[in-house]
């Protein structure tokens, strides 16, 4: 279980910071494989700002595209053998990306096209259990919840009394022109409901282009790359390099059509 965690979760909890170095978190995803930490994010604060031409409902096609672990045989996170089973295989789910109530702190409403003044955020609650059932299945995941005071901060809960923690602490982001957005977060994520609770640190960044057609209107390029967490006997083996990557490709298509609520 713990080992899905370190992929199926992490797809749109994505949140503001300043402009990263120009350039870097592209040359970072045209570099795959070869991968190192980001060195331009700035610690998390608030939401992430979302393009305009994302607000609205979307069903979501995720496929990975690739893996690889680039300390192997020496180091080797958990279940990563086992998620080759998800290669070149389709899971689609529902996300929406809504305007932030102009005065509330954390709070969201749907979104209106008559008002252009608003920011757009992603409705990571509503997001993250869509996510995570379509990975796990409708009976293994009971909720998903955002911190409202503090965006950065989510608990997914589990079946018997498992559960999820997941803790954005830094991010950057890039606007190249041409209608493409490109962030990156790096964040903890604690699994806690065994005798050994499980830590690890994942940054996941996403590239995000609009495109001239409706199916799909936004096609995105998305690296998850997982790292030791200082807990774990092997952090310092491991130094910087991640430990797995996980690469993917997401097709949005517009829908009208919304199945979940947290």
Do not use: H
């Not at 910071?17 to 978190?25: F, I, Q, R, V």
């Not at 559960?163 to 991010?171: D, E, N």
């Not at 977060?185 to 640190?201: A, H, I, M, R, W």
């Amino acid at each position: 279980m713990k080992a899905i965690w370190g992929f199926c979760l992490i797809l749109l909890f994505l949140l503001w910071s300043e402009e990263a170095k120009a350039g870097e978190l592209a040359q970072k995803l045209a570099n795959f494989p070869q991968w190192e930490k980001i060195t331009s994010v700035q610690p998390a604060s608030g939401d992430l700002v979302y393009p305009d031409w994302m607000v609205g409902n979307w069903l979501v096609k995720s496929t990975l595209v690739d893996l690889a672990a680039p300390l192997a045989p020496d180091v080797i996170t958990p279940g990563f053998e086992g998620n080759r089973q998800y290669l070149n295989r389709a899971v689609s789910f529902q996300v929406r990306f809504v305007k932030q109530a102009p005065s509330l702190s954390g709070s969201k409403i749907l979104f209106n096209k008559n008002d252009n003044k608003l920011p757009i955020i992603a409705d990571r609650s509503f997001n993250g259990l869509n996510l995570a059932r379509a990975y796990l299945g409708d009976g293994a995941v009971i909720s998903v919840k955002t911190d409202p005071d503090n965006p950065n901060r989510q608990i997914t809960l589990l079946r018997d009394n498992r559960q999820l923690v997941s803790i954005v602490t830094a991010r950057a982001t890039e606007t190249p022109p041409d209608s493409k957005f490109i962030t990156s977060e790096v964040f903890q994520q604690l699994f806690k409901g065994s005798s050994n609770p499980y830590f690890n640190s994942v940054e996941s960044t996403t590239a995000y282009s609009k495109l001239p057609t409706s199916n799909p209107a936004i096609a995105a390029d998305q690296v998850t790359a997982v790292y030791l967490s200082p807990q774990d006997p092997d952090y310092f083996k491991a130094g910087n390099k991640p430990v797995a990557l996980y690469r993917y490709r997401l097709e949005f298509v517009p829908s009208d059509e919304v199945t979940t609520t947290p």
